[in-house]
């Protein structure tokens, strides 16, 4: 039975199938809609590197045919063939996406879906609707992605531009129509299809791999397309017959020409020494700025007005084709953040882009969309509660800012939880953020990080948690020891699907469990949940040791196996 993913759902292709030959169907449909249906191969850093890789109706296939496009089938308006275990190395992620093809907008489109086929038995399914965007002229739908192996990711990500901007997007180039020449002589009438468009194909029989295909009637080609990808020669047919061109005159003697006269500009003097000898400052002439006395900066001497009917020289150190940089009053600065005025006569010069305070406030700029949950520096995080379709629960008073339609609503643990909260030291005061928007997270300068779960679990103290998603499952995790007061340490277990925001003081260390790891449990922030804790035989107690305390007044010894971990910060509690 198929899986039902929802967007932001992720999987290992392992958990869904034991395969690596798959097929993938898309349907996306809308009433006067026509679609481009595509894969990017993306690398590491997800940039199309390798336009190889970029398969869509007009490059069906990749170099050794892991990646195939076979066209519509079995009541997909698309199909892709994509076996895994051929994938180049260099391929990190594969990514699924339509674009609209002429006019209107990912609203106007009824329920579709991507799905997944491994030995003709549909293994996982990701449905979407036109409710779900506005005003969106393309959709990521689905990624195949490598971290350690294979895994499937629902995207169902909106796109304001189209097939070009999305491959801008993903680091591609648009090819551009080239110029036709115009026309010698009257040419006679090519018959066969362009040579950059892929030849019409028959129905092919069902794959083995994949769902049944339906029989049908061969398609006509297709209509060229305004790019391609880079660094690909279009196969050219033939030209005819031209006459020959008319050769180009020859070069005109140098000296024929009128000499172009620009002013010499005298060059700066070295380091530590005066421009010219001391001398007392006189009127300046008209049209050059006045001389500095000895030990001040001499600003470059105006240029020479040019010869009547030439264009003026650059002058020294100038770069030619530029405009030459305004210079400030005699003996003045310009005030920060403005531009000195031009000189008299002329036009003032227009801010370049980027200058003043937007450029000094290019480092600040908001980190750029694109995944659920994005750092924005080490002390804040966004939220896009619009991706992955469920809540997220935060501490109260965490959120610092908002964009969209949010809501936010006080989460109660219940009389169960305030109790235990209060017995363990694990209690935490949330709140509910619902809605289409993005929330932006921190609390009190703490460096946050984002740790993605994927069926497995974490150990996290409640006093280090910021916010997880609440498809999480948590619960108070009791550690046993002797000689403890209280009888026992606790701490918070998250398992599941999704994502933990741990707050920690400074940068923290990962590191390995090995037979021989200890920690002082003042400064332990987190560990992974299949690792065994025990009480050191070191045991120090220290300050509020006292029955129902959190207990994180001792040394804790782990141990387990290889791949198991503990996250420590500079800093005890």
């Known amino acids: 039975m198929a899986r039902e993913f929802q967007r932001g759902h992720k999987a ?130 689905g990624d195949f992605y490598r971290k350690d192996v294979w895994r499937f990711a629902a995207v169902g990500q909106g796109f304001d531009g189209g097939l070009a901007a999305l491959l801008e997007h993903f680091g591609g180039e648009v090819a551009e129509d080239e110029p036709q020449p115009e026309p010698q002589a009257p040419a006679e009438p090519q018959a066969a299809a362009p040579a950059f468009a892929p030849p019409p194909q028959a129905a092919a029989p069902a794959p083995s791999f994949g769902a049944p295909v339906q029989q049908q009637p061969p398609a006509p080609a297709p209509a060229p397309a305004p790019y391609a990808p880079p660094q690909q020669q279009p196969q050219q047919q033939p030209p005819a017959p031209q006459p020959p061109a008319p050769q180009p005159p020859a070069p005109a003697p140098v000296h024929s020409a009128p000499t172009m006269v620009g002013p010499i500009g005298t060059p700066p003097a070295p380091y530590g020494q005066p421009p010219h000898p001391p001398q007392q400052p006189g009127p300046p002439s008209y049209g050059q700025q006045p001389q500095q006395s000895y030990g001040a900066q001499v600003p470059p001497p105006a240029p020479a007005p040019a010869p009547y009917g030439q264009q003026p020289g650059p002058s020294y150190g100038q770069v030619p084709g530029q405009p030459p940089a305004p210079q400030a009053p005699y003996g003045q600065q310009a005030p920060y953040g403005q531009q000195p005025p031009a000189p008299y006569g002329q036009a003032p010069q227009a801010a370049a882009p980027g200058a003043g305070l937007a450029l000094a406030l290019q480092p600040y700029k908001e980190a750029p969309t694109g995944a659920r949950w994005t750092p924005q520096n080490q002390q804040l995080m966004r939220v896009d509660l619009s991706m992955g379709g469920q809540a997220v629960l935060a501490r109260q008073g965490s959120m610092v800012l908002y964009q969209g339609k949010v809501d936010f609503s006080y989460k109660g643990a219940g009389f169960a939880g305030r109790i235990v909260g209060n017995a363990t030291g694990q ?147």
């Not at 609209?100 to 579709?112: E, K, N």
């Not at 549909?122 to 979407?128: A, I, M």
């Not at 996290?460 to 340490?489: N, T």
């Not at 387990?560 to 996250?567: S, T």
């Open 427 to 573: 209690e935490m005061q949330l709140m509910r953020c619902t809605g289409r928007g993005q929330v932006f997270l921190a609390e009190n300068g703490a460096h946050l990080h984002a740790i993605e779960l994927q069926g497995d679990g974490i150990c996290v103290s409640a006093e280090s948690v910021l916010a997880f998603d609440e498809s999480l499952q948590h619960e108070v995790r009791r550690i046993e020891g002797h000689g403890i007061p209280g009888g026992a340490l606790f701490t918070m277990l998250f398992q599941g699907t999704g994502t933990v925001i741990v707050k920690t003081h400074g940068v923290p260390v990962v590191l390995p469990v090995t037979p021989t790891t200890f920690a002082d449990s003042n400064a332990i922030v987190a560990w992974s949940a299949a690792s065994q804790v025990i009480i050191s035989s070191q045991v120090r107690l220290r300050r509020n040791a006292y029955p129902g305390h959190s207990g994180e007044t001792v040394n804790l010894q782990f141990r387990g196996a290889p791949g198991n971990f503990i996250v420590v910060q500079p800093y005890e509690v």
């Open 12 to 141: 290992k292709i392992s958990d869904l199938t034991a395969g690596t030959d798959l097929y993938v169907g898309v349907q996306i449909a809308g009433p006067g809609l026509a679609f481009d249906i595509s894969c990017f191969g993306l690398d590491a850093d997800e940039r199309l590197s390798d336009d190889r890789y970029f398969v869509f109706y007009n490059q069906p296939k990749s170099p050794e045919e892991s990646i195939q496009q076979l066209g519509a089938q079995a009541g997909d308006t698309e199909s892709f063939r994509v076996t895994l275990d051929q994938v180049p190395a260099s391929i990190h992620k594969l990514s699924f996406s339509a674009t609209l093809d002429g006019a209107g907008q990912m609203s106007q489109i009824g329920p579709g879906y991507i799905r997944i086929v491994a030995g003709g038995e549909e293994v996982v399914r990701y449905s979407f609707t036109g409710s779900e965007f506005s005003t969106e002229r393309a959709l990521m739908i």
